[in-house]
């Protein structure tokens, strides 16, 4: 069970693909966002075979990105300030 404080209508969940090579470097595939409340939830005994697909079209990250631009501006605010290195860092890393 997911918990009543991570339950929040605009929580997402985060699908990192990537391909994993035994030899050389794995390479980032792409990104899927899923709402929290587009999560299929039930008792847990339904057969997995009952429960309806969801497909999500992979992303990939640009340098431009008007969300971390938003956070930027927020000068006053440590959390997005930190937020937006990491995320800068990461983008960075998987446009390589």
Known sequence: PVAPALQKGDSLVVFTVKDYDLVGSSEFMGEAFLHFR??????????????????????RPTESNHLLETLELRSWDRLAKNFVKREKKNIDQKLK
């Open 38 to 59: 587009d999560v299929v939830r039930g008792l847990g005994s339904e057969d997995l075979k009952e429960v309806n697909q969801v497909v999500m079209p992979l992303t």
